[in-house]
């Protein structure tokens, strides 16, 4: 088991509030000139339509895996799926440690 190496949850306020998640199966430390989109990143948008939860993968870089826009529950399953995500890439299995997570929110 391997700790995500970049997860950030940031909210959007335009129209409807919305969640993006900046993730990257790389350390920023690695990343080439220090940019995100030189890693193997993904950003992920999670919104309400129609009175369901979507997920949807809006950007992705190099060597990176496709990601079905999918409905969830909650927020909590919509970062199980991009660990999951996560976790197929880097062939590892990915968790997140709480404290870091409820700090972004």
């Known amino acids: 088991m391997t700790?995500?190496?970049?997860?950030?949850?940031s909210t959007s306020c335009l129209g409807t509030e919305s969640v993006f998640f900046h993730v990257s199966c790389?350390?920023?430390n690695t990343?080439?000139?220090k940019i995100f989109h030189n890693s193997r990143f993904g950003i992920f948008h999670?919104?309400?339509e129609g009175g369901k939860l979507k997920l949807e993968l809006t950007a992705s870089g190099l060597d990176t895996i496709k990601?079905?826009?999918c409905t969830v529950k909650s927020e909590a399953g919509a970062v199980n799926k991009?660990?999951?995500w996560m976790g197929n890439i880097m062939q590892d299995s990915i968790f997140l440690p709480m404290p870091e997570f409820e700090a972004a929110n």
């Open 3 to 9: 700790t995500a190496p970049h997860f950030v949850r």
């Open 26 to 28: 790389d350390a920023p």
């Open 31 to 33: 990343w080439e000139n």
């Open 46 to 48: 999670l919104y309400n």
């Open 67 to 69: 990601f079905r826009k």
């Open 82 to 84: 991009i660990l999951q």
